[in-house]
């Protein structure tokens, strides 16, 4: 029965990718020249930046009211709406207005129909409207109404041995949704936008196949990475330079060329890796987030035995380098160096407990901290005064320029 399981698994994914195929060979448009621009991640940025000053006009500290007596723990992801912020925390996901009043929360652990025993990435329609969960080998879908979350619908995925899921995201506008997996070297596709009803709308094939080592296995903080800013969904694969967007017509286009050129991990090196070999690989050009915040792109970089962010500027043509690791030292309120970790409508967010805040006043780092404006400084300094140890965590927001 076990054999004739899999077979039959293997036939659904082969019948999903033709159907794919078909969709997008029947939905080509005539072929046109495009010009994909390319930075070369080797050479020397524009300039270097260190302070959020160089970067933003505005800082904001919005602490997460109570939510009764279960607290927001720690934070993995969040989502942002115009109207809401969703937090995901502890296999629950808590709903905030835009200022941090708690609204509800949706927390269904079980093993019954729209339960869960974990989520490992959710994400949130642009309306607002909808949620959708990844649960072992299924998507959950649930309907926000003025009272909570109500459970809509299951939709099966791929699952199992090469298809473990590394990104979760609708395309904005759309109730479509882009699915990443990580790689094990035998997938058929790593990246796949199918809709709200299961049907597949378009794959993107694996290119970078490769036979895995039999001495030790291989995982990377670089699989997938994607992200969507509200207004574009954006991804990159391991291997591959390109970072991807998908259009208002469904179709995946190249945005960006991140030329690392023989500095990057390639199939190769993961077919014959040992463990002497698998050290070497720490010391390659590995790029570890790619965040888009309207024209500007933002990636993580770690590269022999150091770590930074970058920026382009994309109409501008503009790169620049921060020189202070992942983070920005903030010069705008006088608050602990921000690190950007998601972004939504030309804002970056990120976020730290009230205990971290509480405790970072009493630093030299603080106590030295040099700001544009004192009285930004000041309402910072109350803000965090008037924090309990045990509140729930406080999120920074930064508006760019």
Known sequence: MKAIKKKLDRLVRIISCLAGLVLSL?????????????????????????????????????????????????????????????????????????????CFRLNKLGRGPGEYTYISKFDVDSDGEFIVLNVFGKLLFYRKNESGFVYEKELKITSGPGYQLTG???????????????????????????????????????YYKYKPSKEMGFASFEEILQSSDGHQVCFKELFNDTVFTVNENGKFV??????????????????????????????????????????????????????????????????FRSSNGFSLIDDLAGGLDFEPKYSYGGELYSWVDAVTLKEFLKTEHYRESKVRNDSVKQDFLNLVYNLSEDDNPVLIVVTMK
């Open 26 to 102: 029947l939905s080509c448009t005539p072929p046109t020249t495009m010009i994909v621009p390319e930075v070369d991640l080797l050479a020397q940025p524009d300039n270097y930046i260190a302070r959020l000053s160089d970067i933003a006009v505005k800082v904001n500290y919005i602490p997460l009211s109570s939510t009764g007596d279960l607290p927001v723990g720690r934070i993995s992801s969040i989502r942002v709406t115009s109207e809401n912020i969703f937090v995901l925390s502890e296999d629950e996901i808590f709903c905030f207005d835009s200022e941090g009043k708690f």
């Open 168 to 206: 979760l995201n609708f395309v904005p506008g759309t109730h479509n949704v882009l699915i990443s997996y990580s790689t094990e070297g035998i997938e058929e596709y790593r990246n796949i936008l199918r809709d709200i009803n299961g049907d597949t709308l378009l794959f993107r094939p694996n």
């Open 254 to 319: 190249p945005e960006l060329v991140l030329n690392i050129g023989k500095e990057g991990v390639r199939p190769e090196h993961i077919m014959n890796l040992t463990r002497e070999s698998a050290e070497l690989l720490k010391k390659k050009l590995r790029i570890h987030e790619v965040l888009k915040c309207r024209d500007v792109l933002f990636w993580k970089i770690r590269y022999d035995d150091h770590k930074y962010f970058e920026m382009l500027k994309i109409e501008e043509n503009l790169r």
